[in-house]
């Protein structure tokens, strides 16, 4: 992975950055020592790792405003981080740049029930946001695997998702306002508690724009009364094919589940062994569908779940009769990464979406190439909207296992972008898939992509090296190429 | 009478976008031109007519997906869906009878391109929420594509989110594509008669917390209920709050009960079932109570925080004799005011500005609407932003040129 050349001049200005840091952040707010720096030198993308020049860490909004207007001054990249649970590489420091952590905003600033929203600062955790309206009956819906430890301020960075997210949607789509802290030090505010905000929605945009735009600084996100009950089915499956048609049995039938996540075969073993769910052993496929609302719709759903999964060769099927049985159903899915952790030294997670469709066709194509490499493969894969989390599996102690195992993880991404699918459904791009994105998008597409990012960050001083495999000037972006002398295209319909 | 180009390929429209880069001239973009006396009047002096650009090209029911050209006409797509029990969640709005113009004019472009949801919004979330990819020539003449047909995606930056909404003045769409929902089982909707604005205000902001899901929240006050096509509706007399619930049957029976049992102990209630509850809603989307002919008072859209929704209401016909009904469980206002000259936007404007949100002019003479700012004007670091993307798509000003903003 090839980050972009430090500058040596930013470098050996470390003790006038930092003295000029803490001329904004007193106390202990400016790290510097290699030691302390050591913390920060990844994120949940542990293969690679890079110290900053220095870490940051503000208490305020105007703290904020002048350490950016600092950097944009001086010349100095400045890479955002959250929790750091980031699997895709986006909070990765880069030597020349400050790391700038939002870890002591973790307020909840307001509540407001009858409007339906949360007001609170990005370093607050995922789940921080539910447990503190839980109490009042409401929650905030997307649940990234992550929701302990990952902050709302990453969530937006990445556009988190969960199992949720078939029906309550991501992290986008309960979003309601933002304030942002822009490059050169303004503060600007988006959105608010009333819905759409006017013209272009850059609410939308920064959401799921890692960190290259702008640094977040307060987040409205949108509450919801908890449903009355939940409860889940366990299906196992003598095939994936069963399993995706009893799937898209489900859609068909215009059921749209809580949550529906699917296991293949090595996932649905490692997870047993670990946490003993009651997984049956001899299935190659096993579904979890939840079906959430009140009593009667749940009943109802579930009768009519059943009879779909029966008429696609379900084997074994149960229906949790308890709050803790649907939670025993869940606690081998949400320890599944754990669990194939124990079974190999390293494990390499990826983050794709197919068209559900295709998911048989992937499967057997995703056993070849794990043949071909040498290297085993379990799939967990939320089945509701097609996000596969196929988890290789290599020893980074074996020489060239580790390079083995991304090669692999590229040829999955690929695949999947080849079958109508994306490289990244809820990960992100970051370092991890920056050199994929030409098997998605022209140099057109990226290209303008790019430009949006001048338009808030002309010198490229945030999160430089993450999304984009190419770095263009803005000025260069900026030209207008014209083919004058063309004709008036006589080919064109004209009235 | 403007020049108009008809391309009928994606090819033949990158060719006239890109003639017009090099010339400098501007173009007025155009679908069905069902919106077209919506926003800022346009001046260019051609025309890109995008209509030819029709058809749906994938629909795959089981993966909740739809593609089609922007020209594919609204009711096309309605009614192939429909076929497959399904929708489009964001519930888009028909306002050619509004705006004088035919119903069922509109198409998936224009609804896109303006962002426009209906009751729904405040459940399903908005077009913008299900506007999955796209593609399209930018203001350079380049073809470029953003998103996919997946629901699940963060390859890249959402650009989608930025071309919904924006007015044609980024980029012309080619190909959309958007998630489509089941539609639901059964519908109801639960009538509370009788409220007053802070009442009312009230009972929705409850209705909104309950944990019934519900996907409708309105009122319509005692002069408006009186034009509705329904009876039950029409023959109140009085006030009508209502609260539609969807979903499998026995689900929609429990929770219109027990939203009549929580929120109705005061007042008198009544239910509308299948039929009677999609015509009340689609009078409420299309903004039928302003839509009679020769109605030619201006009408503004207002979004402001729900529960402001009633206060905000109040002032707004106090202050300007208009009239107004309430959607999105309060959080949007349509308003009326016979006010030719100036729309009174600053008593509209001054209105909201204490809650916050956002007040849009939809319908108006083109006088008026050349005048008065038409969409919420942005705050200052704000509006240096749409400049900035502006200019990133579209930086010699070709695609439709001061159709949001003067200066955009």
Redesign the interface.
């Known amino acids: 992975m090839k980050m972009p050349e430090p500058d040596a001049a930013v470098i050996a200005r470390k003790d006038e950055i930092a003295a000029a840091l803490r001329g904004i952040v007193p106390g202990e707010g400016v790290i510097v020592n290699d030691d302390e720096l050591r913390p920060y030198e990844s994120d949940g993308l542990t293969a690679y790792r890079q110290p900053p020049l220095i870490v940051v860490l503000p208490e305020t909004t105007a703290q904020v405003s002048r350490i950016l207007r600092y950097c944009h001054d001086n010349g100095v990249k400045v890479v955002p981080r959250g929790a750091g649970t980031s699997l895709s590489g986006g909070a990765l420091p880069l030597r020349d740049g400050i790391v700038l952590g939002l870890g002591k905003f973790n307020r909840i600033l307001d509540v ?5 929203c949360a007001v609170v600062q990005p370093g607050v955790t995922n789940l921080a946001i539910s447990n503190a309206v839980g109490e009042e ?1 409401f929650y905030y819906a997307p649940d990234p695997s992550s929701q302990i430890a990952c902050t709302i301020g990453g969530n937006i960075a ?2 988190s ?1 969960g199992v949720h ?2 029906k309550y ?2 992290t ?2 309960n979003v309601l306002g933002l304030e942002l802290v ?1 490059i050169d030090g ?5 959105g ?14 920064l ?3 890692e960190g290259l735009l702008g640094v977040v600084t307060e987040v409205t996100v949108r509450i919801l ?4 009950t939940a409860r889940a089915l366990l299906v196992g499956f003598p095939s994936s094919e069963d399993a995706g048609a009893c799937v ?1 049995g489900v ?6 589940p809580g949550g529906m996540e699917m296991m293949d075969r090595p996932a649905i073993h490692a997870a047993e062994d670990f946490v003993h769910a009651g997984y049956p052993l001899d299935v190659e496929a096993l579904l979890i569908v939840e079906l959430d ?2 009593e ?2 749940v009943d ?2 579930i009768g009519r779940v059943e009879e779909i999964a029966k008429a696609n060769n379900a084997v074994g099927l149960r229906i949790s009769q308890s709050e803790e049985e649907r939670v025993r159903f869940w606690a081998g899915r949400k320890a599944a990464f754990p669990a194939v952790g124990r079974i190999s030294p390293d494990y390499y997670c990826m983050d794709g ?5 295709r998911l048989p066709e992937v499967l057997s194509r995703m056993a070849a190439l794990s043949q071909q490499y040498g290297l085993r493969v379990a799939n967990v894969f ?1 089945a509701g ?3 596969l989390h196929p988890l290789i599996l290599y020893d980074a102690n074996e020489p060239g296992e580790l390079e083995k195992a991304e090669e692999f993880g590229a040829d999955i991404l690929r695949l999947c972008v080849e079958v ?10 970051g370092v991890e ?1 920056r050199d994929l ?1 030409p098997a ?3 140099e ?3 290209q ?2 790019q ?6 960050d002309p010198k490229s001083l945030l999160n430089p090296g993450k ?1 984009f495999p190419t770095l263009h000037r803005c000025a260069e972006l ?1 030209r ?5 002398g ?1 004709q ?2 006589p ?5 | 009478m403007a ?6 390929t994606p090819d ?1 429209l990158r ?2 976008v ?2 017009a ?2 010339e400098e001239i501007p173009l007025e973009i155009m679908c069905a031109g069902s919106k077209r006396s919506m926003g800022r009047p346009s001046n260019a002096e051609r025309r890109l ?1 995008v209509s ?1 650009l029709r058809g749906i090209t994938l629909y ?6 739809l593609s089609a050209g922007p020209g594919t006409p609204l009711a096309d797509i309605e009614q192939t869906l429909a076929e497959r ?2 929708q489009l969640p964001f519930e888009p709005p028909d306002l050619g009878p509004l705006l004088g113009g035919a119903a069922g004019a509109g198409t998936l472009g224009g609804a896109i391109a303006c ?1 426009l ?1 209906g009751p729904r ?2 459940k399903a ?2 077009s ?2 299900h506007f999955l990819g796209f593609s399209a020539v ?1 203001g ?1 003449g ?5 998103g ?15 071309m ?3 007015w044609g003045t ?1 980029g012309v769409m080619t190909l959309l594509t958007v998630k489509v ?3 639901p ?1 059964s519908i109801r909707t639960v009538l509370l008669f009788g409220h007053g604005p802070a009442e009312a205000g009230a009972a929705m ?1 409850a209705a ?6 519900v996907s409708g929240v309105a009122h319509l006050p005692a002069g408006l209920a009186a034009g509705s096509a329904v009876s039950h509706v029409s023959g109140a007399g009085r006030a009508v709050t209502a609260i539609r619930v969807e ?2 049957s ?2 929609v ?3 219109c009960a ?1 939203l009549r049992s929580q929120l109705g102990a005061l007042v008198e209630t009544e239910e509308l079932h299948s039929r009677n509850s999609v015509r009340f809603w689609s009078e409420l989307r299309d903004v039928s109570p302003f839509a009679a002919a020769g109605d030619a008072r201006c009408v503004w859209r207002i ?5 402001s929704g009633a206060q905000v209401m109040q002032r707004l016909i106090a202050g300007t004799g208009g009239e107004a009904y309430l959607d ?1 469980g309060g ?2 206002i349509w308003l009326t005011v016979d006010a030719p000259v100036d729309a009174m936007h600053e008593t509209v404007r001054a209105a909201i500005a204490a ?4 007040a ?1 002019l939809i319908r108006a003479p083109e006088p008026v609407r050349a005048a008065v700012p038409v ?2 004007p ?2 200052p ?2 509006a ?3 400049r ?6 579209d ?2 000003g070709v695609l439709n040129p001061g159709r ?2 003067a200066e955009l």
């Open positions: 407001d029930y009858d409007n339906r009956g990445e556009n998702g997210c078939l949607g991501l986008t789509n822009l303004e503060i600007v505010r988006i608010g508690p009333h819905l759409d905000a006017e013209g272009y929605d850059l609410l939308g945009l959401t799921g724009s009364p908890k449903p009355e898209a859609i068909g039938a215009g059921i749209i609302g009140p009667s719709e109802y759903l979406t197919i068209p559900r469709g939320h909207d097609g996000n109508g699918g994306v490289l990244t459904g809820e990960h992100g791009v898939k994105m998605m998008f022209t057109a597409d990226l303008q992509q430009r949006v990012k001048c338009a808030f999304v900026g207008v190429h014209i083919h004058r063309q008036r295209f080919d064109i319909p004209r009235f | 020049e108009s180009f008809r391309p009928e033949q060719d006239a890109a003639w880069v090099a007519d030819a795959e029911p089981e993966e909740l997906v029990r399904q962002n949801s919004r405040l979330g908005a913008r929420d930018s350079r380049e073809a470029f594509k953003s996919g047909r997946v629901v699940k995606n963060v390859t890249g930056y959402d650009l989608s989110k930025l919904c909404g924006s980024l929902l089941p539609a089982e902001t909104m917390k309950t944990p019934y899901e979903g499998p026995p689900s029976a429990y929770r027990a979004s402001v925080p729900p529960k999105w959080g949007l809650p916050g949100g956002h849009t969409f919420q942005p705050e670091g704000v240096r932003l749409l900035g993307v502006k200019e990133s798509f930086p010699r949001m903003y």
